[in-house]
């Protein structure tokens, strides 16, 4: 038995009917060099014969009575691929906005518990340009839930699955798999109670440990290093913060790679991942000007960071930091804007030293974040005051040579992820051979007039461009970010010194 971590789980609680948490892909491949079109059938056994290199492909969870602890991934015994795969054919409504509309249909709905937490839908049918009708291909429409993987490992599990070569690989047949048996309940609750009595050893060693190596300093240390930069729910309202319902709308831009290096070339001591989301801060900047939105607060995003390393790397499952990131939309000037948005990234420190956001959870239950959020959620804090964040953003490298399935080339990959409660947007940025597709999940009930998000994309970067040629060399940062961060660091620690000074009593009395 492999058990969930913490964060892995606090996904799996998150999950309501209008919040599925999985993690969506829609992947576009070119047939039209093929002389026979790739039949369902032979991907059906392609995938069969590829099923080794993705383990968690054949696993399914297993719960503990009452919630006695997180649950555990097992194989399934009853394992059918086909109870994973569905056909659809586009017929003569094969356009590019047809499939769009599919998938959002699609990824509308939870994955099924009782089964590995993964589904492929092929779609026959479709054509890459809607005015050329030789232009034949294939899309494949993937669920993957956010409990197995992260956007990173995505990336991973789809360059595993496919092939880098035009020349197709043959298809052997699968390689003999014997499911482990699974655990007996008496096991399973065995487990958890020792689990359980592990945890009232590690909060008392942890609270003895601290208190007695000069508790202030040490934690002072620690409080450092994690991304916070900002009081909680300081974000300002957007239209992006309220209530959210099960509909979805995936909308999507290309750009070219090159264009944003030259930016970041120009703009000096900055990053790629700086220039991306200083695109889509223009970008969102836009939108809320347009929608009679409050541009004088800057925007705050959540933007996770991968922790992966060779001493610290699974296969699957969730290895992130996560920091609150100033996103600077009060600043009119675009390329200015960049430079800030480094500086704020810089000066909370987790591109040096981030911190996995499943240790941060080891002493915080799964199930407690997850009451967290639906209490968020509940009480409408997010509407009633101020929400923690306004938008995820999460940039994704991937591979810049061309994929392949069975010969058939993919020529272009959407990615999706969850949207939370009082979280109507999305944004995931995902590079494939040179570009760069900007995607926006979001909740059309929320998102007034959500497909004009993909006009702004060139926009903005036009601004961004005009404004970095003329831009004056860099100057020194504004010091208001660090004292900013220093007040929040000597409140945290003014509220943890009393509450260790009540566990240190209690303990020793």
């Known amino acids: 038995m492999r058990q969930l971590s913490e964060l892995d789980a606090s996904f799996l609680y998150l999950e309501s009917e209008t919040t599925p948490m999985h993690i969506g892909g829609i992947y576009l491949f070119d047939a039209s060099e093929q002389k026979t079109p790739l039949a369902f ?35 399934d015994p009853n394992f059918s691929i086909e109870r ?5 054919n586009l017929g003569e409504n094969g356009q590019r906005d047809t499939l769009m509309t599919l998938a959002s249909k699609i990824l509308e709905e939870p994955l099924k518990r009782d089964r590995p937490l993964w589904h492929i839908t092929f779609v026959d049918g479709f054509r890459l340009d809607n005015d050329d009708p030789d232009s034949q291909g294939f899309a494949l429409i993937v669920k993957l839930h956010h409990a197995a993987i992260d956007a990173f490992s995505g990336e991973d599990i789809l360059s595993n699955l496919l092939e880098y070569t035009p020349e197709p690989r043959p298809i052997h047949a699968p390689r003999p798999w014997h499911p482990r048996p699974a655990p007996s309940e008496e096991r399973v609750i065995l487990q958890a109670g020792a689990n359980i009595l592990k945890t009232p050893v590690q909060f008392t060693a942890l609270a003895v440990n601290a208190a007695q190596a000069t508790a202030r300093g040490l934690i002072q240390k620690q409080l450092r290093k994690l991304p916070m930069p900002f009081p909680l729910f300081a974000a300002p309202h ?84 996560a920091m609150l990131l100033d996103l600077s939309t009060c600043e009119p000037d675009p390329a200015l804007r960049i430079r800030r948005i480094h500086w704020n990234a810089v000066a909370s420190e987790p591109y040096r030293e981030a911190i996995a956001a499943d ?44 994929l392949y399935l069975q010969g058939a080339r993919l020529v272009q990959q959407y990615n999706t992820a969850p949207l939370f409660d009082s979280m109507g947007l999305v944004i995931v940025a995902v590079s494939y051979q040179g570009s760069l597709t900007l995607n926006f999940t979001l909740c059309p009930d929320v998102v007034a007039n959500g497909a004009s998000l993909a006009d702004y994309i060139e926009r903005s970067l036009d601004a961004i461009e005009t404004a ?27 509220a943890l010194e009393g509450v260790l000074k009540k566990a240190l009593h209690r303990f020793r009395a």
Request: hydrophobic letters at 40%; charged letters at 20%.
């Open 238 to 321: 957007s239209p992006f913060n309220r209530q959210i319902t099960a509909n979805r709308q995936i909308v999507s831009a290309n750009v070219d790679l090159a264009r944003l290096k030259a930016v970041k070339a120009m703009l000096g001591d900055v990053t790629l991942n700086d220039v991306v989301l200083g695109l889509c801060a223009e970008t969102l900047r836009r939108y809320t000007a347009d929608h009679d939105g409050d541009t004088r607060k800057s925007l705050i995003a959540m933007t996770p960071i991968s922790v992966r390393s060779n001493s610290l790397r699974r296969a699957t499952g969730n290895q992130m930091s």
């Open 41 to 75: 059938s032979t991907f059906v056994a392609y995938l069969r014969s590829r099923l080794h290199v993705v383990p968690v492909f054949r696993q399914r969870l297993k719960e503990i009575p009452i919630r006695l602890g997180r649950p555990y991934w097992i194989d």
């Open 468 to 494: 970095a040629n003329s831009l004056e060399p860099e100057e020194d940062p504004e010091e208001g970010s660090a004292s900013s961060h220093q007040t929040l660091t000597d409140d945290v620690l003014t």
């Open 84 to 88: 994973h795969l569905a056909y659809v």
């Open 359 to 402: 240790r941060l959870t080891e002493l915080l239950p799964s199930t407690m974040l997850a009451l967290s959020a639906r209490l968020y959620s509940e009480l409408q804090i997010a509407q009633r005051y101020q929400p923690a964040f306004n938008l995820p953003i999460t940039n994704v490298p991937g591979p810049q040579v061309p």
